[in-house]
């Protein structure tokens, strides 16, 4: 037997019978990662976790495989939820995750085994939590994993997974909710319209600060368009750089992976981002021109992400010194780089306009104000809403 068949083994046998486990899966790079981590989360019958960048986060939740709480990050808003869901092991597949709130919530429960696999030497622990490190392919290691599991005993009073599903299914209600009422636009709004919305075949590029949050948090998982759970997802997490974003979208519209459209067509890539983040790459632009980009622009004239920091209290120092504050428009620099433009108010006129223009097979800038004080308010409404209810 071979040490790694061996340690596989110690594995199986370490998570036999744990009940109150959870399946973490940070980023993952193909459709075929993402589908040995449903069959894995099946076979242990774990509630899924899956972050952003899993290419899980969009597929249909709560169905037998599907992941219990794509809505993780609001569900773990409730100090209740926190203590009474606690896991006893987890396993993490893939790279890094966006959500802050599950990272507190694992260092302060500190579940053990905790196994993170992910084809990268490098330790993902910054809290000093995991106890198994496996460099490993992530559907190799899945399916390996599952050969050697048991069956999940049937437990009667059993209420670990349904927890976690009762738990996203109200925070589900709360976004439906607010998403039906809504009669201007937001940024939470945005992440999930455009989630609603994408064009079949295509990919997501999520700005640093918060584009890769909000969509984190509020994209609306659905299986509508048949292509979950596939779409890939991706987002700078190494640094979190706000630096060539613009230029990514590019790469990803052209760039060979495993879901590439067929043929020479090039793949539709929503890129949603904040207006640092475009200015930052503006030159970028010119890349666009032949690839079907949508950029997304979210303008709320500054660092939106400083809001939600201790510093914002301080106003003498905040302003002039963190949240870069400007009144640029896009719309000369998308006459600049021949990119049609548009800016809708309303998110029917949003709705209208993404759908059109990301199915185009041309690129576009859409750009939406909003405002950082009451976009912080607002998620703070919302997490409110979340933890009652
Ligand atoms: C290259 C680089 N420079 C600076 C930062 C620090 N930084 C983090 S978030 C942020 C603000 C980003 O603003 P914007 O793109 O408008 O997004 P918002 O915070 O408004 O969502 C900055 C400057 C960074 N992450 N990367
Ligand atoms: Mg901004």
């Known amino acids: 037997m071979t040490k790694r068949e061996q340690r596989l083994d110690a594995l199986a046998d370490a998570l036999a019978g744990i009940r109150r486990g959870l399946v973490v899966c940070g980023r993952l790079d193909s459709g075929a990662d993402a589908r040995a981590a449903l069959r894995l989360t099946e076979a242990l019958d774990w509630p899924l976790v899956p972050d952003a960048t899993a290419r899980l986060r969009l597929a249909a939740e709560g169905s037998t495989a599907g992941p219990a709480a794509p809505y993780a990050d609001l569900v773990l808003a409730s100090g209740a939820f926190r203590e009474a869901c606690a896991p006893e092991a987890v396993i993490h597949l893939g790279g890094r995750t966006v959500s802050k709130r599950l990272r507190l919530f694992l260092k302060k429960h500190r579940p053990a085994p905790c196994v993170v696999a992910r084809p990268d030497a490098r330790r993902l622990d910054p809290d000093h939590r995991v106890s198994d490190h496996v460099e490993t392919d992530v559907a190799p290691f899945c399916n390996a994993l599952i050969e050697r599991l048991d069956a ?214 859409i750009e939406v104000r909003t405002d950082r004080r009451e976009n912080r308010a607002l998620h703070e409404r919302l997490e409110s809403r979340c933890r009652s209810g």
């Open 152 to 365: 999940p005993a049937e437990r009667e009073g059993d209420d670990w997974g349904r927890s976690w599903k009762r738990a996203n299914a109200a925070v589900a209600r709360v976004l439906d909710d607010f998403a039906a009422g809504a009669d201007g636009l937001s940024e939470p709004l945005v992440a999930r319209l455009v989630s609603r919305h994408r064009p079949p075949g295509g990919a997501f590029v999520l700005g640093s600060s918060m584009p890769v949050r909000d969509f984190n948090r509020y994209a609306r998982p659905d299986a509508d368009t048949g292509d979950a759970p596939r779409t890939p997802v991706f987002a700078n997490r190494g640094a979190s750089g706000i630096d060539g974003t613009v230029a990514t979208a590019a790469g990803v519209c052209t760039g060979r992976c495993e879901i590439a459209p067929e043929g020479d067509q090039q793949r539709p890539v929503t890129l949603l981002l904040g207006d640092l983040a475009v200015l930052h790459d503006l030159g970028a632009l010119a890349l666009l021109r032949e690839r079907p980009v949508t950029v997304v622009a979210l303008n709320n004239g500054g660092g939106g992400i400083f809001h939600f920091l201790p510093i914002a209290e301080r106003e003498e120092v905040f302003e002039p010194h963190f949240t870069t504050p400007h009144e640029r428009s896009f719309e000369q620099a998308a006459a600049m780089f021949d990119l049609p433009y548009e800016r809708p108010t309303t998110p029917e006129a949003f709705t209208a306009a993404y759908r059109e223009r990301s199915r185009s097979g041309a690129p576009a800038l």
